[in-house]
Each structure stands twice: as C-alpha cells, then as structure tokens.
C-alpha cells in the first residue's frame, strides 16, 4: 500500500527526467531516473531529502514555464495553456511531498528496518 502512496513521487520524478531528457541533460535524467530508489531506505532523511527535491522540482517547472512564456510572448504565440499545463505539473511537484504525512509513511521511515 505504500507503494500507492509514494506514486506520486515517483511520477514526479519521471517528469522531472523527461524534462532533462528534452533539456539534454543527461546526468539529471540519470539522477532522476535513479532517486526513487531512495525510497526504499528505511530511514528518517529520506522523506525530508525528497521533500526539498521536489520543492526545487517544483521551483525549475516555473523558471521553465516563466521562460517559455517569455519566449511566446515575445514570438506573439498564445501561451496560456502553457502556462496551465506547466503550473499544474509543478503545483502536482510541490504538493507530492505531502504524501511523506500519511501515518503508514511516517511509521515505515521512522521505525529502522531489521537487521
């Protein structure tokens, strides 16, 4: 179950490696494509390191919806569904952080697995 949960994330963090791919930033996708796996360490960081990634995700979707809108502009192309689609994926971003509240997450990340 928590899987379903932290799907969220996971999602975010393919749209932030698609976002790289179409940048050409290859060590970001890898970094992307790779972070998720973090997710199964059972430790007290791991929810705070992933909150403040995705915070920054959130931050880098409107710098690129900011300069992409800037560029419509400035070509006199319409640029409001731009701005919907692109504030919606960083708002979903931001707000996939809150998963880490849930009770089963809190637990699952507080409690160190057996060893």
Not at 28 to 33: D, I, M, N, Q, Y
Not at 60 to 81: I, K, S
Request: charged share 15%.
């Amino acid at each position: 179950m928590n899987f379903l949960r932290l799907l969220p994330v996971i999602l975010s963090c393919a749209l932030m490696a698609a976002h790289f791919y179409r940048a050409d930033l290859p060590l970001l996708v890898a970094t992307s494509v790779f972070l998720p796996l973090l997710l199964f360490l059972r430790r007290r960081w791991v929810p705070h390191l992933f909150q403040v990634l995705l915070v920054l995700g959130a931050l880098e979707w409107m710098r690129t919806l900011y300069m992409l809108a800037v560029m419509r502009v400035e070509f006199d192309q319409p640029w409001g569904r731009l701005a919907v689609i692109l504030g919606a994926v960083a708002l979903f971003t931001a707000l996939s952080g809150l998963v880490f509240k849930a009770r089963s997450l809190r637990t699952y990340y507080r409690r160190p697995a057996a060893e």
